[in-house]
């Protein structure tokens, strides 16, 4: 009788099951059929001498990828660089989020304007950072009505901090409004109780703010992490294929492979960053996840 109506209760919960699998089905085979299966293949292309008619040569390829010279300069590149715009990025919308949440002139329009770069077609903002920082720009045109020589911002050391720039006009604004979301969630009795215990302002933002920020703080580091491995368009479009080599990231690695047609070392690079990619923000998630549960 108790077994009876177990199974009884249970087909509720079966047929509810099989409705979700039904209105799931259209997302899961379009995700199969445009990012599974394809990385699928590409790892198996990063096993084989060549993609057509190739033969098992198993981590050969990956031997002969980490001994390349642009391959290794292109990774240092591209983790060096999400080690600097990553906390840049973070510390600035972090700071511009905390001044918008106050009553400010012209609030409502300077959060417009900081989302203006997320609808500005691509190819017209990479047309304005050329002018501005080409050898014959006005960058260099108005340090030359300065009495300064005109430096050539693409072609040195400076590369790198033009790159990061852009990817900070690109993204601030964005992580912006998501820190902004997350200030205002904050109830105010949180900051109320910590001015009747005495607290200061610098107290309240380190023990009220930042603590209930940190979920917030912890998407947004993601998501700052994720987009700093998209640069390669707009410095694709401003520097080219082979950029100065401070610039020269794994997207423009795996681009000129392509070009060459040079399948098994782009498919090691692509797997090898989609690799460290998954494991840091599953990391990342594992460390929200237990902080969350601190806090709760």
Do not use: C
Not at 1 to 25: N, Q
């Amino acid at each position: 009788m108790f077994a009876f109506r177990r199974r009884k209760k249970s087909r509720p919960y079966i047929r509810e099951g099989w409705v979700a699998a039904l209105f799931l089905t259209p997302s899961l085979a379009g995700f199969a059929i445009f990012f599974l299966i394809p990385f699928g293949v590409g790892f198996t292309y990063s096993l084989l001498d060549t993609p057509v008619g190739g033969s098992f040569v198993g981590a050969r390829n990956y031997v002969e990828l980490f001994g390349n010279a642009s391959f290794r300069r292109a990774a240092v590149n591209t983790m060096l660089f999400t080690a600097v715009s990553v906390p840049l990025n973070m510390a600035l919308s972090l700071a511009l989020a905390m001044l918008l949440n106050r009553s400010v002139y012209l609030r409502s329009w300077f959060r417009i304007g900081f989302l203006a770069p997320l609808v500005i077609p691509v190819a017209s903002v990479v047309l304005v950072w050329q002018t501005l920082f080409d050898l014959n720009g006005s960058l260099n045109g108005w340090l030359a009505s300065r009495g300064f020589a005109p430096k050539d911002w693409m072609e040195s050391g400076t590369a790198f901090g033009v790159v990061v720039l852009v990817y900070l006009w690109k993204n601030v604004g964005y992580n912006m409004v998501l820190f902004l979301a997350g200030l205002q969630n904050i109830p105010a009795d949180y900051y109320e109780a910590a001015s009747i215990d005495g607290a200061g302002p610098f107290r309240k933002w380190r023990t009220v703010t930042i603590v209930y920020l940190t979920p917030t703080a912890f998407f947004v580091f993601i998501m700052s992490i994720v987009n700093s491995f998209k640069v390669f368009r707009e410095t694709y479009m401003i520097a080219g294929d082979y950029p100065q080599e401070r610039i020269y990231m794994l997207q423009h690695f795996m681009n000129n492979m392509f070009q060459s047609l040079d399948y098994p070392k782009l498919t090691g690079a692509a797997f090898l960053m989609a690799v460290v990619v998954v494991a840091l923000v599953f990391a990342l998630f594992r460390i929200e996840r237990r902080i969350s549960d601190s806090l709760g």
